[in-house]
Each structure stands twice: as C-alpha cells, then as structure tokens.
C-alpha cells in the first residue's frame, strides 16, 4: 500500500483484525521509509451490480453513494457515522444476498427508509421527502402522522417503561 504520507510503497502490516461487521479486514500498516502508521481495510470484491435508476438510466452500485445519502438525511442530527456505515453494510449485504445482477433503485429506497425510521424520526422523513419526490406540505404531515401513528424501536429514543410495568 502507498503511504498516505511520503507516497512509499514500502511498509508492513502491524496489526490485522477480523471488522465489526465481520466481512472486512482491518490492517494497521506502518511505513518504512517515514514510520508513519496508518490504517487499510480489506474487503472481499463483490461481483458489479447496476442499477436501474427512474429513467432507465443504468449505473454501478456505489456504497459510498449510498452512505453519502444517509449522511445528508442524519446532518445535524444525533447519528454516529459508526451507526450509519453499519445500517450501509445490511443494506448492502441484503441486495447482494439476492444475487441480481441489476436491480431497480425503488428496491433500494424503501430498504434505506426502514433502517432510517428506526435510527432518527427527522432524518427518515428527510429520505422520504426526496426519495417520494414530495410536492407539497401535505405530504410531509402524511409521513409524519404514520410515524406518530407506528411504534419506533429507535436506537436514540429511551424506554419510558421498565419490562413488566404498565399503566
């Protein structure tokens, strides 16, 4: 690997370990010309998918696309990066589960918005604005009503009640 410092491509790998997710390898690598360490991640290559976008239009399947779009509905909200990256490898490990070699971007939408509900209220309504193409107020109060109107196993939101009380 290069060096993110001095462009070297002579260095060694300190650490190796198995990632969170369980489908990626994290390396810690060390430069030997400059010492400088830095960190590589390791990922098995999945075969290309396109996606078939509203007008017809095909495109690879970018992750990165992916998480950028979950980072613009969660901006400014109480979200980690760390939450978001893992909501991106179910989704991603869900599409490629269903070995298609093209799949239409509604199948995507829906997939993100369900991770999205569950993560942050605001930041779900944020997707669905976008991905629904809202055109007016009213659908906004739709989507917020059927929100207020579903139970939230959010992550962000504390139990109100201990297991066994009611009132």
């Known amino acids: ?16 370990r198995l990632s969170k997710d369980g489908f990626s390898i994290r390396r810690r690598r ?3 010309d400059c010492g400088h360490r830095f960190t590589t991640y390791e990922q098995v290559e999945r075969r290309d998918i396109l996606v078939i976008k509203r007008d017809g239009t095909r495109e690879p399947f ?7 779009g979950l980072i613009k509905a969660c901006e400014k909200r109480p979200v980690s990066l760390d939450v978001l990256e893992s909501a991106v490898d179910e989704i991603v490990n ?15 939408g829906p997939k993100v918005m369900s991770r999205l509900q569950n993560i942050d209220p605001v930041a779900f309504v944020r997707y669905a604005s976008v991905y629904r ?35």
């Open 94 to 108: 869900e599409l490629t589960s269903e070995n298609l070699k093209e799949l239409p971007s509604r199948m995507i």
């Open 133 to 167: 193409q809202f055109q007016d107020v009213g659908e906004f109060s739709e989507v917020i009503e059927s929100l207020e109107n579903s139970p939230l196993d959010n992550v962000l939101q504390p139990d109100l009640f201990e297991a066994g009380q009611k009132n």
């Open 30 to 32: 060390e430069c030997l």
């Open 62 to 68: 970018k992750r990165d696309k992916l998480l950028s």
């Open 1 to 16: 690997m290069r060096c993110v410092k001095c462009s070297s491509l002579d260095d060694k790998v300190i650490d190796s």
